[in-house]
Protein backbone atom coordinates (compact mmCIF):
# COMPACT_ATOMS: atom_id res chain seq x y z
CA UNK A 1 0.00 0.00 0.00
CA UNK A 2 1.34 3.32 -1.04
CA UNK A 3 1.12 5.43 2.01
CA UNK A 4 1.11 9.66 1.37
CA UNK A 5 1.41 12.15 3.89
CA UNK A 6 0.47 15.71 2.51
CA UNK A 7 1.42 18.48 4.28
CA UNK A 8 0.10 21.91 4.29
CA UNK A 9 3.01 25.05 4.68
CA UNK A 10 1.54 28.24 6.01
CA UNK A 11 1.06 27.72 9.81
CA UNK A 12 1.05 24.59 9.64
CA UNK A 13 4.98 23.35 9.04
CA UNK A 14 5.79 27.44 9.47
CA UNK A 15 4.58 29.41 12.42
CA UNK A 16 3.62 32.56 10.84
CA UNK A 17 2.21 32.87 6.80
CA UNK A 18 5.15 33.42 4.07
CA UNK A 19 3.81 35.00 1.04
CA UNK A 20 3.78 38.93 2.70
CA UNK A 21 7.65 38.18 4.47
CA UNK A 22 8.34 37.15 0.98
CA UNK A 23 7.53 40.05 -0.69
CA UNK A 24 9.29 42.33 1.89
CA UNK A 25 12.37 40.10 1.57
CA UNK A 26 12.40 40.74 -1.97
CA UNK A 27 11.85 44.28 -1.89
CA UNK A 28 14.52 45.00 0.87
CA UNK A 29 17.18 42.48 -0.82
CA UNK A 30 16.14 44.10 -4.76
CA UNK A 31 14.36 47.41 -4.89
CA UNK A 32 13.75 49.44 -1.72
CA UNK A 33 12.99 52.18 -3.57
CA UNK A 34 9.44 49.84 -4.59
CA UNK A 35 8.22 50.39 -1.00
CA UNK A 36 6.78 53.76 -2.54
CA UNK A 37 3.86 51.48 -3.79
CA UNK A 38 3.50 50.83 -0.54
CA UNK A 39 -0.16 53.38 0.02
CA UNK A 40 -1.68 51.22 -2.76
CA UNK A 41 -1.66 47.76 -1.45
CA UNK A 42 -4.64 48.41 0.66
CA UNK A 43 -6.63 48.92 -2.38
CA UNK A 44 -6.18 45.28 -3.43
CA UNK A 45 -7.68 44.43 0.23
CA UNK A 46 -10.40 46.80 -0.26
CA UNK A 47 -11.19 45.51 -3.98
CA UNK A 48 -10.80 41.97 -2.69
CA UNK A 49 -12.69 42.64 0.43
CA UNK A 50 -15.75 43.83 -1.75
CA UNK A 51 -15.38 40.76 -4.09
CA UNK A 52 -14.30 42.78 -6.67
CA UNK A 53 -10.95 40.92 -7.43
CA UNK A 54 -10.39 36.98 -6.04
CA UNK A 55 -7.83 36.14 -3.79
CA UNK A 56 -5.21 35.03 -6.55
CA UNK A 57 -5.67 38.88 -8.05
CA UNK A 58 -4.36 40.02 -5.00
CA UNK A 59 -2.10 38.19 -4.41
CA UNK A 60 -0.94 38.96 -7.94
CA UNK A 61 -1.15 42.72 -7.53
CA UNK A 62 0.95 42.59 -4.32
CA UNK A 63 3.53 40.92 -6.37
CA UNK A 64 3.51 43.57 -9.04
CA UNK A 65 3.73 46.25 -6.98
CA UNK A 66 6.92 44.96 -5.07
CA UNK A 67 8.34 42.65 -7.11
CA UNK A 68 7.44 44.71 -10.22
CA UNK A 69 6.12 42.66 -14.03
CA UNK A 70 8.99 40.74 -14.66
CA UNK A 71 12.04 39.73 -12.45
CA UNK A 72 14.40 37.35 -14.13
CA UNK A 73 14.02 33.91 -12.78
CA UNK A 74 18.01 33.77 -12.50
CA UNK A 75 18.42 36.70 -10.36
CA UNK A 76 15.57 36.15 -8.02
CA UNK A 77 16.73 32.64 -7.10
CA UNK A 78 19.58 33.60 -4.56
CA UNK A 79 17.38 35.56 -3.10
CA UNK A 80 14.91 33.00 -2.61
CA UNK A 81 17.11 30.36 -1.29
CA UNK A 82 18.15 33.17 1.76
CA UNK A 83 14.64 33.98 1.70
CA UNK A 84 14.22 29.51 2.13
CA UNK A 85 16.99 29.15 5.06
CA UNK A 86 15.80 32.37 7.18
CA UNK A 87 12.32 30.47 7.26
CA UNK A 88 13.73 27.48 8.70
CA UNK A 89 15.69 29.40 11.09
CA UNK A 90 13.10 31.47 12.34
CA UNK A 91 9.55 30.95 11.55
CA UNK A 92 8.87 26.67 11.41
CA UNK A 93 6.76 24.63 14.22
CA UNK A 94 9.91 22.17 15.66
CA UNK A 95 7.40 19.52 16.02
CA UNK A 96 6.22 19.74 12.56
CA UNK A 97 9.51 19.22 11.22
CA UNK A 98 10.10 15.95 13.61
CA UNK A 99 6.77 14.86 12.55
CA UNK A 100 7.90 15.12 8.81
CA UNK A 101 11.06 13.14 9.86
CA UNK A 102 8.71 10.19 11.81
CA UNK A 103 7.11 9.67 8.68
CA UNK A 104 9.86 9.93 6.63
CA UNK A 105 11.22 7.04 8.63
CA UNK A 106 7.93 5.19 8.47
CA UNK A 107 8.39 5.06 4.82
CA UNK A 108 5.63 7.55 3.62
CA UNK A 109 5.89 9.50 0.56
CA UNK A 110 6.23 13.24 1.43
CA UNK A 111 3.57 15.78 -0.43
CA UNK A 112 3.75 19.53 0.61
CA UNK A 113 0.44 21.12 -0.67
CA UNK A 114 0.05 24.71 -0.66
CA UNK A 115 -1.29 27.87 -1.72
CA UNK A 116 2.07 29.58 -1.48
CA UNK A 117 3.81 29.95 -4.78
CA UNK A 118 5.92 27.49 -5.88
CA UNK A 119 8.48 30.25 -6.89
CA UNK A 120 9.89 29.59 -3.04
CA UNK A 121 7.88 26.75 -1.90
CA UNK A 122 10.31 24.62 -3.74
CA UNK A 123 13.42 25.68 -2.04
CA UNK A 124 11.68 24.96 1.54
CA UNK A 125 10.20 21.79 0.55
CA UNK A 126 13.68 20.46 -0.79
CA UNK A 127 15.25 21.53 2.42
CA UNK A 128 12.93 19.68 4.47
CA UNK A 129 13.39 16.53 2.22
CA UNK A 130 9.87 16.69 0.58
CA UNK A 131 9.22 14.13 -2.76
CA UNK A 132 6.62 16.43 -4.49
CA UNK A 133 5.38 19.87 -4.04
CA UNK A 134 1.48 21.35 -5.21
CA UNK A 135 1.18 24.88 -5.05
CA UNK A 136 0.65 28.14 -6.96
CA UNK A 137 2.01 28.42 -10.18
CA UNK A 138 3.39 31.68 -11.58
CA UNK A 139 4.24 32.60 -15.36
CA UNK A 140 7.39 32.43 -16.70
CA UNK A 141 7.43 33.65 -19.71
CA UNK A 142 10.12 32.71 -22.78
CA UNK A 143 12.78 35.33 -21.81
CA UNK A 144 12.64 33.87 -17.68
CA UNK A 145 10.81 36.29 -16.42
CA UNK A 146 8.67 35.80 -13.62
CA UNK A 147 5.17 37.54 -14.19
CA UNK A 148 2.41 38.47 -11.90
CA UNK A 149 0.36 35.96 -13.31
CA UNK A 150 -1.12 32.62 -11.91
CA UNK A 151 -0.98 29.86 -14.43
CA UNK A 152 -4.23 27.65 -13.53
CA UNK A 153 -6.19 29.12 -10.03
CA UNK A 154 -4.74 29.82 -6.71
CA UNK A 155 -3.80 26.50 -4.98
CA UNK A 156 -6.47 27.28 -2.14
CA UNK A 157 -9.45 25.14 -0.31
CA UNK A 158 -10.70 23.18 -2.89
CA UNK A 159 -8.38 23.44 -5.84
CA UNK A 160 -6.05 21.28 -3.78
CA UNK A 161 -8.43 18.60 -4.79
CA UNK A 162 -7.76 18.59 -7.93
CA UNK A 163 -4.38 18.62 -7.73
CA UNK A 164 -3.54 16.23 -5.69
CA UNK A 165 -5.85 14.24 -7.77
CA UNK A 166 -3.46 15.34 -10.82
CA UNK A 167 -0.33 13.98 -8.67
CA UNK A 168 -2.11 10.42 -7.95
CA UNK A 169 -2.98 10.00 -11.60
CA UNK A 170 1.10 11.15 -12.57
CA UNK A 171 2.38 9.07 -10.52
CA UNK A 172 0.24 5.89 -10.65
CA UNK A 173 -1.50 5.81 -7.62
CA UNK A 174 -4.34 4.58 -6.80
CA UNK A 175 -6.78 5.98 -4.39
CA UNK A 176 -8.41 2.85 -3.32
CA UNK A 177 -4.75 1.35 -2.46
CA UNK A 178 -3.01 4.28 -0.38
CA UNK A 179 -3.54 5.57 2.60
CA UNK A 180 -3.55 8.78 3.11
CA UNK A 181 -2.67 11.26 6.08
CA UNK A 182 -3.18 15.29 5.76
CA UNK A 183 -1.95 17.61 8.19
CA UNK A 184 -3.37 21.32 8.39
CA UNK A 185 -4.37 24.12 10.62
CA UNK A 186 -6.89 25.80 8.38
CA UNK A 187 -10.61 25.36 8.27
CA UNK A 188 -9.90 26.19 4.64
CA UNK A 189 -8.46 22.97 3.79
CA UNK A 190 -11.99 21.10 5.13
CA UNK A 191 -11.43 19.09 1.58
CA UNK A 192 -8.14 17.81 2.28
CA UNK A 193 -8.57 16.49 5.57
CA UNK A 194 -11.57 14.98 4.26
CA UNK A 195 -9.96 13.54 1.61
CA UNK A 196 -7.66 11.87 4.03
CA UNK A 197 -7.80 8.41 5.80
CA UNK A 198 -6.27 9.73 8.49
CA UNK A 199 -6.85 14.12 9.29
CA UNK A 200 -4.93 15.88 12.07
CA UNK A 201 -5.39 19.48 12.58
CA UNK A 202 -2.13 20.60 13.32
CA UNK A 203 -2.55 23.70 16.23
CA UNK A 204 -6.37 24.38 14.38
CA UNK A 205 -7.72 27.90 14.42
CA UNK A 206 -10.86 28.02 16.17
CA UNK A 207 -13.21 26.79 13.01
CA UNK A 208 -11.07 23.78 12.02
CA UNK A 209 -10.43 22.85 16.01
CA UNK A 210 -14.94 22.81 16.11
CA UNK A 211 -15.07 21.01 13.03
CA UNK A 212 -11.92 18.25 14.04
CA UNK A 213 -14.20 17.44 17.24
CA UNK A 214 -16.93 17.47 15.26
CA UNK A 215 -15.71 14.85 12.75
CA UNK A 216 -13.30 12.90 14.85
CA UNK A 217 -10.13 14.41 13.82
CA UNK A 218 -7.20 14.27 15.66
CA UNK A 219 -5.97 17.27 17.58
CA UNK A 220 -2.17 18.39 18.06
CA UNK A 221 -0.73 21.41 18.76
CA UNK A 222 2.71 22.27 17.36
CA UNK A 223 3.60 25.46 19.41
Given at each position: MQKISLYDMDRTITVHGTYTPFLFHMVFARAPWRLIFLPLLPFGFV?????????????????????GSGPKL?????????????????????????QIEADRAAGRTLVLVTAS???????????????HLIG??????????????????????????????DLFAQQGWQRAESHV????????????????????????????????????WKIVYWR
Amino acid sequence: MQKISLYDMDRTITVHGTYTPFLFHMVFARAPWRLIFLPLLPFGFVAYGLKLISRGQLKTFNQRMLMGSGPKLAALRPHIERFAEKVLRSNRHQKALDQIEADRAAGRTLVLVTASYELYAEAIARRLGFDHLIGTLLEVDDEGRVRPHIIGENCYDDVKIGRIEDLFAQQGWQRAESHVRAYSDHVSDRAMLAYADEAIATTPTPKLRHMAKQRGWKIVYWR
